[in-house]
């Protein structure tokens, strides 16, 4: 059965609304999809994890984030913190034990505020980071930066600004709540410690998040365990076959290491 005929479950967030989510049950790590602004769970990359988590039986699953896909909820009163306490409510009802968490765009964001959170926590969840056109603090660094002088008035006037979208007929919203949790929520203000394994994908194409701000997001990142790929043709989207291949390989790399350390640690035990 196709991914878009498989009807979601749901979770509720504790705010009254039920976020969608869908899974494959198989071994840890689990592998957690985290979609990028505006996306849903059923683009191409995240079904091509659930097809690929079938056939080699890891745990999979992908949500949808307040506002998103079939998800409850406004998408103009989504921030990244709210979005990032609904993948949170989502993998901590769902999942245990080792996860990889896999961001795409603002998904790394979500990704890598969830890794600090755990951490802070004393959490040893975290078995991996994929981060895909990663684009943590995009609202300070690329948004704010580009605002036009009639932008400005708009968002102080209506509390949102609409742009049009290259990847379909609606417009692409930013709302003042949206850039002011931004700044909050910043991860690219001191050295970003996870305490594992990271590989990013950047394509030097992306026309939506500069492969600049992936080489930014590094100088921020511990030196051990760090994986950089550059794709010189690749767009934001990443979703060509060659790109999805390199997605499978680089995870297929984390799991392995991860079911490695594992290993090392129940045989030391």
Not at 95 to 118: E, F
Not at 185 to 201: L, N, R, S
Not at 237 to 255: T, V
Request: aromatic share 6%.
């Amino acid at each position: 059965m196709s991914d878009s005929r498989i009807p979601p479950q749901f979770h509720e967030n504790g705010k009254g609304e039920r976020l969608a989510f869908l899974e494959v049950a198989g071994k840890t790590p689990t592998v957690v999809w985290l979609g990028g602004y505006g996306s849903d769970m059923r683009g191409t990359k995240a079904e091509h994890l659930a097809a690929l988590a079938a056939r080699d039986g890891f745990g999979f699953l992908r949500l949808d984030y307040s506002g998103h896909g079939e998800s409850d909820g406004a998408f103009r009163d989504g921030t990244i913190s709210k979005w990032t306490e609904d993948a949170l409510s989502v993998i901590e009802a769902r999942t245990q034990g080792p996860a990889i968490l896999v961001g795409s765009s603002m998904g790394a964001w979500i990704a890598l505020r969830i890794a600090r959170d755990w951490r802070a926590q004393g959490a040893s969840r975290l078995a991996g980071l994929l981060l895909l056109a990663p684009a943590p603090d995009f609202t300070t660094r690329l948004v704010e930066p580009s605002l036009t002088s009639a932008e400005c008035v708009s968002l102080e006037r209506d509390g949102f600004i609409a742009r049009p979208s290259e990847y379909g007929p609606e417009p692409t919203i930013y709302t003042q709540a949206l850039l002011d949790d931004g700044s909050k929520a910043a991860v690219m203000d001191e050295p970003i410690v996870v305490g594992c394994p990271i590989h990013i994908i950047q394509g030097m194409e992306d026309a939506d998040v500069p492969h600049t701000h992936a080489l930014e997001l590094v100088s921020y990142l511990p030196g051990d365990g760090l994986t950089l790929t550059l794709v010189a043709d690749g767009d934001h989207r990443l979703s060509r076959p060659e790109d999805l291949r390199r997605m499978e390989n680089a995870l297929g790399e984390l799991i392995r290491a991860a079911r490695e350390r594992d290993q090392s640690r129940t045989t030391a035990e």
